[in-house]
């Protein structure tokens, strides 16, 4: 069965170019993006591991720790990625899996056989440091993903985990966030010393609590 929001993110063992790994020993306390490329030496996948090697400051600013995983091999990994650090001018230093078993692939569901029956698509996991699964996304392989999405997830994941707020559609970092239902308004106030704007009883506007 396919994994679901909340879920517990499975734990597994890989062997990826940065050594072999246990996931959750790799992940530790922090927050973690798990994802899937449907293959090596793919002009698509180079583009986003490129990107995301370019954002390793963003992502440890948040306690992230990335990961990627495709069914190709180590030494086909190792090859593939000295042509991203040429091509894209970065320094990939995240581990990928070499999953070409699969195990990883079928742990989390990432081979869609009605797009394509050997390749993974683009699934993208956001888990939390309890090791839950707190968003997931899928793109054909076709599409490149935003990458300063995932971001403003995880801004909003953890918005959510350490201030009890929710983000409003396309909210921004530093925009005023909402106020989640379960908290009374009279609750709130005291909350959030920034203030809270009543639009109506369920709708509460607060800034952004980690901001200045
Ligand atoms: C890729 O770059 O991974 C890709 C591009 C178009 C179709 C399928 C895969």
Redesign the pocket.
């Known amino acids: 069965m396919s994994l679901r929001l909340g879920d517990a993110a499975p734990n597994f063992k890989a062997v990826t170019t940065e050594g072999e790994i246990d996931f959750y020993e790799y992940l530790g306390d922090n927050w973690g993006i798990l994802f899937s ?3 090596d030496y ?4 180079t583009t986003e591991l490129g990107k995301t090697a370019l954002l390793k400051g963003e992502f440890a600013k948040r306690g992230v720790k990335v990961l990627a995983v495709s069914v190709d091999p180590i030494d086909s990994h190792l090859g593939w990625r000295n042509d991203i650090n040429e091509t894209q001018s970065c320094t990939v230093d995240f581990p990928i899996i070499a999953d070409d078993k699969r195990e990883v692939a079928a742990l989390y569901d990432m081979i869609h056989p009605n797009a394509s029956e050997k390749a993974t698509v683009r699934s993208l996991f956001v888990i939390g440091p309890d090791k839950k699964v707190k968003l997931i996304i899928t793109y054909p ?2 599409t490149g993903r935003n990458f300063f999405e995932v971001l403003r997830v995880v801004d909003s994941l953890q918005l959510t985990a350490n201030y009890s707020v929710a983000t409003p559609a396309d909210w921004k970092a530093g925009e005023d966030v909402i106020v989640v239902p379960s908290i009374s308004t009279e609750d709130a106030v005291k909350k959030f010393p920034k203030g809270v704007k009543v639009v109506k009883p369920y709708l509460r506007y607060t800034p952004q609590p980690n901001q200045n």
């Not at 793919?42 to 996948?45: A, E, L, Q, S």
Request: with cysteine; aromatic share 0%; proline share 22%.
């Open positions: 490329h449907p293959a793919t002009p698509v996948c392989a076709s």
